[in-house]
C-alpha cells in the first residue's frame, strides 16, 4: 500500500468524523480514534504519550466562553503538557531507562524547542 492512500484514507476517515486529528509544534499529527471528538487531553512531555482523561463535559466552558466574548465557538482543543505516571516519580527501572535512550542527560521531550530537565 502507498503511502499517499494511507493519507487519503486517513482523510476520509477524518472526514467521516471517525478520528480526531491533533497537531503538534513539531509537525507532527496524532490521531485519536478512541474518542473521534473534542476533548481534553494530557501530553507527556518526556515520551509524547497522550491520555485521554475522563473529565466532565466542556460544553459549560464553551457557553460561558460564547457569552463573555459574544462568540459562538465552532470547535474547541484543550490540551495539558505534563509528565506521565511512566515518569513522574522516576518508577522506571534503570534497564528500562536505558533501553528508551535516557543516559541522564537532558532529554527535549516531543517539543524540541524547549527543554525539560531528566530527572532520572
Same mark, same amino acid.
Given at each position: 500500500?502507498?503511502?499517499?492512500?494511507?493519507? =487519503?484514507?486517513?482523510?476520509?476517515?477524518?472526514?467521516? @468524523?471517525?478520528?480526531?486529528? !491533533? @497537531?503538534?509544534?513539531?509537525?507532527?499529527?496524532?490521531?485519536? @480514534?478512541? =474518542?473521534?471528538?473534542?476533548?481534553?487531553?494530557?501530553?507527556?512531555?518526556?515520551?509524547?504519550?497522550?491520555?485521554?482523561?475522563?473529565? @466532565?463535559?466542556?460544553?459549560?466552558?464553551?457557553?460561558?466562553?460564547?457569552?463573555?466574548?459574544?462568540? =459562538?465557538? !465552532?470547535?474547541?482543543? !484543550?490540551?495539558?503538557?505534563?509528565?506521565?505516571?511512566?515518569?513522574?516519580?522516576?518508577?522506571?527501572?534503570?534497564?528500562?531507562?536505558?533501553?528508551?535512550?535516557? =543516559?541522564?542527560?537532558?532529554?527535549?521531550?516531543?517539543?524540541?524547542?524547549?527543554?525539560?530537565?531528566?530527572?532520572?
Amino acid at each position: 500500500m502507498s503511502l499517499a492512500t494511507v493519507y =487519503r484514507n486517513i482523510q476520509l476517515i477524518k472526514s467521516l @468524523g471517525e478520528i480526531l486529528e !491533533l @497537531g503538534f509544534p513539531d509537525g507532527n499529527n496524532r490521531y485519536d @480514534g478512541n =474518542r473521534p471528538y473534542p476533548h481534553p487531553h494530557l501530553v507527556c512531555v518526556q515520551c509524547g504519550k497522550i491520555l485521554d482523561p475522563d473529565l @466532565g463535559s466542556l460544553e459549560h466552558m464553551k457557553e460561558e466562553l460564547s457569552r463573555e466574548t459574544g462568540s =459562538r465557538v !465552532l470547535n474547541n482543543r !484543550l490540551d495539558f503538557f505534563g509528565v506521565c505516571p511512566d515518569y513522574g516519580d522516576s518508577r522506571l527501572s534503570l534497564i528500562r531507562k536505558r533501553e528508551l535512550g535516557f =543516559r541522564g542527560e537532558q532529554y527535549t521531550g516531543i517539543f524540541p524547542e524547549r527543554s525539560y530537565e531528566n530527572t532520572f
